[in-house]
């Protein structure tokens, strides 16, 4: 197989890495409608699809590690002499094993999907908890969450949020291409990037405090689906 037809491949890793993503969305949506159920068959679901997600960061994980790897000895590879070429695939084997064996639970534990699996369940619970009980035929399968009440506008794009993130350290919510779109920018320019909501003072937004915002994205989807109806 030509380098060509390898970076080929992982190109096509990397687009499964997305599928991957877009999946785990789903387990979190789905576990959080079983979260706001309160019962017993709800939790014991909420926990098979904790399990789910886990696998999915692992494999996740895993496509990371296989492509860096590949990435590296095909990089040496084309300093090295010809003959070099037939012992790739028993290198990448070999640092591939090495990489995989070093992933812990805990490094799976702060994947940002999981991290926020974990934070939309818990916000589901305690909505759950505070919505009065003859209220909840009308939640259905979204949350009552009026514009009023959340600001669904990005403070860089200036337009309704798709795939909003929630930056850990500020709180504030940004749309996910655009704010780290910010940060790589800032980075080559060797300078610190700002939270971009005005008036607040992080002065040093990083992409590790960034994590997926599913119960704002689930209310954004229900706003829209409420002005549709209307």
């Known amino acids: 197989m030509s380098l060509s037809a390898v970076h080929g491949t992982l190109s096509s890793l990397k687009a499964c890495q997305a599928d991957i993503g877009t999946g785990m969305d789903i387990v979190t949506d789905v576990a959080m409608d079983l979260?706001?159920?309160?019962?017993?068959?709800?939790?014991?679901?909420?926990?098979?699809l904790e399990a789910m997600i886990l696998e999915c960061?692992?494999?996740?994980?895993?496509?990371?590690?296989?492509?860096?790897?590949?990435?590296?000895?095909?990089?040496?590879?084309?300093?090295?002499?010809?003959?070099?070429?037939?012992?790739?695939?028993?290198?990448?084997?070999e640092q591939f094993q090495a990489r995989t064996a070093q992933l812990s639970d805990a490094e799976l534990q702060n994947h940002q999907k999981v991290?926020?699996?974990?934070?939309?369940?818990?916000?589901?619970?305690?909505?759950?908890?505070?919505e009065p009980e003859e209220d909840m035929e009308e939640l259905d399968e979204d949350i009552a969450v009026t514009q009023s009440q959340v600001?669904?506008?990005?403070?860089?794009?200036?337009?309704?949020?798709v795939k909003p993130?929630?930056?850990?350290?500020?709180?504030?919510?940004?749309?996910?291409?655009?704010?780290?779109?910010?940060?790589?920018?800032?980075?080559?320019?060797?300078?610190?990037c700002r939270c971009p909501v005005v008036g607040c003072g992080n002065s040093d937004v990083k992409e590790s405090d960034l994590?997926?915002?599913?119960?704002?994205?689930r209310q954004i989807q229900s706003q829209k689906r409420q002005s549709n109806r209307t």
């Not at 494999?59 to 012992?87: C, H, K």
């Not at 939309?120 to 505070?130: D, Y």
């Not at 994590?211 to 994205?217: A, C, N």
């Open 35 to 48: 979260a706001e159920t309160h019962s017993e068959a709800g939790n014991r679901g909420v926990a098979d």
């Open 211 to 217: 994590v997926p915002d599913q119960l704002l994205r």
């Open 151 to 161: 600001n669904f506008i990005c403070p860089l794009t200036q337009v309704e949020m």
């Open 57 to 93: 960061a692992k494999l996740d994980r895993e496509i990371n590690f296989f492509v860096d790897v590949v990435q590296q000895v095909t990089t040496e590879a084309t300093t090295q002499q010809p003959e070099a070429m037939f012992s790739l695939a028993a290198k990448v084997k």
């Open 115 to 130: 991290v926020a699996f974990k934070d939309s369940i818990k916000n589901s619970a305690n909505q759950a908890n505070t």
């Open 165 to 192: 993130v929630k930056n850990k350290t500020c709180n504030h919510n940004y749309e996910e291409e655009a704010i780290r779109g910010l940060i790589k920018n800032k980075r080559i320019q060797k300078k610190k």
